[in-house]
């Protein structure tokens, strides 16, 4: 392993977030800060409690799931297809380095941005909401799981894409909606029964589920199934990403 390499991908990523500090942290900070407001104020003054926590805290780990997996995306899917756009991909092709360094520095730094912004979301919670975490380990477990498998999947789709509007396709059309049908300002036994049955193939609701057992104790799923859930999307995303490298799709045709 270069660690040189990985490094110098991972600090020149970086770098870039925090030149562009505005959108790329304050930007999501205030979306889910109006969030709070909207729906903690004004449905939570409605809907008391969800299976026993107060629905302005019950909803903050779907809130934080949902920047994350949309931050980890982007970051991730416009690192890569950056250097496609300008050309520079190929001098990191033809650089003495593996795809696993390439993919650990450009996944290693969108899934820290998306960390980062994660864990100031939940500080941000705190001065609107009370919030206890039952378990912080498995918290934080859940929160970089996250951030790595769709930092993944946006490098993936920064490898796919051939403009900049497909870059926000699947983000916008895709992991917004399923978020949003996936337990995060609800729990699904809220649901009609076949309603829930359908709700359980979206993947999404395994990680919220699992992320909200960790603050509250409470999940709609097992919380192994949710770990073995998020585990599985790791593995395929990385096995397509080896793929991708070793037959050259996308990147050198």
């Given at each position: 392993?270069?660690?040189n390499?990985v490094w110098?991908?991972?600090?020149f990523?970086?770098?870039r977030?925090?030149?562009t500090?505005?959108?790329?942290l304050i930007?999501?900070?205030l979306?889910?800060?109006?969030y709070?407001v909207?729906?903690g104020?004004?449905i939570g003054?409605?809907i008391?409690?969800v ?5 302005g805290?019950?909803?903050v780990p779907g809130l934080?799931?949902?920047s994350?997996?949309?931050q980890?995306t982007s970051?991730?899917s416009f690192?890569?297809y950056?250097p496609?756009f ?5 001098e ?5 380095i593996?795809?696993l360094?390439?993919?650990a ?7 820290t941005?998306a960390?980062f912004?994660g864990?100031?979301?939940?500080v941000?919670a705190?001065f609107?909401?009370d919030?206890?975490i039952?378990?912080p380990?498995?918290m934080?477990l859940?929160l ?6 769709f930092s ?5 789709i920064?490898i796919?894409?051939d403009?900049f509007e497909k ?9 917004t909606p ?7 300002f609800y729990?699904?036994?809220m649901?009609p029964?076949?309603w ?7 993947p999404?609701v395994y ?5 909200r ?6 999940a ?8 073995f859930?998020i ?10 990403i ?5 037959t050259g799709?996308?990147?050198r045709?």
């Amino acid at each position: 392993m270069n660690f040189n390499a990985v490094w110098t991908i991972y600090i020149f990523e970086m770098r870039r977030f925090f030149r562009t500090i505005t959108q790329s942290l304050i930007s999501p900070v205030l979306s889910t800060s109006l969030y709070f407001v909207v729906f903690g104020a004004a449905i939570g003054s409605r809907i008391q409690e969800v299976e026993g926590v107060s629905y302005g805290a019950f909803i903050v780990p779907g809130l934080i799931m949902l920047s994350v997996m949309t931050q980890a995306t982007s970051n991730a899917s416009f690192g890569i297809y950056f250097p496609k756009f300008i050309g520079t991909i190929y001098e990191l092709l033809s650089a003495p380095i593996s795809f696993l360094e390439v993919v650990a520095g450009y996944v290693g730094a969108a899934a820290t941005k998306a960390l980062f912004i994660g864990i100031i979301i939940l500080v941000t919670a705190f001065f609107f909401v009370d919030i206890q975490i039952k378990h912080p380990i498995m918290m934080m477990l859940f929160l970089v799981l996250t951030c790595v498998s769709f930092s993944l999947l946006g490098f993936i789709i920064g490898i796919w894409a051939d403009n900049f509007e497909k870059l926000q396709l699947i983000p916008l059309l895709v992991i917004t909606p399923l978020v949003f049908l996936g337990g995060s300002f609800y729990s699904i036994t809220m649901l009609p029964p076949v309603w829930q049955t359908i709700t359980l193939f979206n993947p999404v609701v395994y990680l919220i589920s699992g992320f909200r057992w960790s603050f509250f104790g409470e999940a709609d799923v097992a919380i192994g199934i949710s770990l073995f859930a998020i585990a599985c999307f790791t593995g395929i995303c990385l096995a397509i990403i080896w793929w991708i490298f070793r037959t050259g799709w996308r990147i050198r045709q």
